[in-house]
């Protein structure tokens, strides 16, 4: 299944704890089915120690949020919306916004 989220996309959260944030992507898990956002969604996770940390403890890492909990934020509408495709004349495929009509790539 082709993700039509990439990164460096800005989205809005449509659902869970964060709902209503927008944010950058940073990266997107495709065989997960996740995106991992800029600043939304981190969270603490306790580390053993290593040679390199010999401390251990607690650190702040970014979580994966689901893909469908998410929207394209249109850069030109500045709005959700949902993602269409359409192919130039010269064969290339692009993301078109389906509020405003317009190329997102």
Same mark, same amino acid.
């Given at each position: ?6 990164? *460096? ?6 659902? *869970? ?5 927008? &944010? ?20 603490? $996770? ?12 607690? #650190? ?5 949020? &689901?893909?469908? !909990? ?11 919306? $949902?993602?269409?495709? $359409?192919?130039? #004349?010269? *064969?290339? $495929? ?6 405003? !009509?317009?190329?997102? &790539?």
């Amino acid at each position: 299944m082709a993700l039509r989220i990439k990164t *460096g996309d800005r989205v809005k959260i449509l659902a *869970g704890k964060y709902v209503g944030q927008s &944010d950058e992507v940073v990266d997107v898990l495709p065989d997960l089915h996740r995106v991992v956002l800029r600043d939304v969604g981190s969270v603490s $996770k306790a580390v053993r120690p290593t040679q390199q940390n010999p401390n251990g403890g607690i #650190e702040q890492i970014q979580a994966p949020i &689901d893909i469908s !909990n998410v929207a394209l934020v249109c850069p030109f509408c500045d709005s959700p919306t $949902k993602i269409g495709a $359409k192919i130039r #004349e010269d *064969g290339t $495929k692009v993301r078109v916004c389906k509020k405003c !009509n317009r190329e997102i &790539d």
